[in-house]
């Protein structure tokens, strides 16, 4: 493998994270509203202009499938002993902090830009965080540990699968060969009297 295409792997093992972002800001903002409204809660979706992300939805389902197909890709590779893991450090908690403070700004910007762009919806800090917003944060707490969860579980079956394979080749390099060499046979010097000589004559 070349470095090269090992770099990309690497980035492309890296966008993983990122794509999954997307439909987990859509959960976000979708049970911020049923939290908020309950039953009300797509009435006040098309009053407030938020009729577009119907056609997101095909788009978040194509993202969770490249995903999905990705994840099984580096799987396999993982099992033949070529795996690429997300380059994160953080630990769990980190992770969780670090994916529920990304939904919350996701969150933010999106209704920043929907107050100025959509009829209908509240503008600035009241279409953020007013009539039922704050319920943005719980909701962001609760899809980010569900983020982080398949990201840390991903990374561990991942190592897992690598694991299994190094252990597999040790256990196959130490059986011992079927085929053993040729045995040396070493023939022991024939008697005098075989050879038909003798120190001495024959008795009279």
Do not use: D, K, N
Request: glycine letters at 14%; charged letters at 10%.
């Amino acid at each position: 493998m070349t470095r090269a295409r090992a770099g990309s792997r690497v980035r492309i093992a890296g966008l993983a994270p990122v794509a999954l972002l997307p439909p987990a800001a859509f959960a976000v903002h979708q049970l911020r509203y049923m939290l908020a409204y309950g039953a009300g809660a797509g009435a006040e979706l098309q009053r407030t202009g938020h009729s577009y992300l119907h056609s997101a939805v095909p788009w978040l389902v194509v993202a969770l499938a490249l995903v999905a197909g990705g994840f099984l890709r580096a799987l396999g590779r993982a099992f033949s002993g070529q795996t690429s893991l997300p380059g994160y450090t953080l630990s769990f908690a980190g992770l969780w902090l670090a994916c529920t403070a990304a939904l919350v700004a996701i969150f933010a910007c999106q209704e920043l830009m929907e107050g100025l762009l959509a009829p209908g919806h509240p503008a600035g800090w009241v279409g953020i965080f007013g009539y039922g917003g704050w319920w943005a944060i719980p909701a962001a707490i609760c899809i980010g540990l569900v983020l982080a969860a398949v990201l840390h579980g991903a990374r561990w079956v991942l190592g897992e699968a690598a694991r299994l394979w190094a252990r597999a080749r040790g256990r196959r390099g130490w059986v011992a060969p079927l085929v053993r060499g040729p045995i040396e046979v070493v023939a022991a010097p024939m008697a005098p009297l075989v050879a038909g000589w003798s120190g001495r004559g024959p008795p009279g």
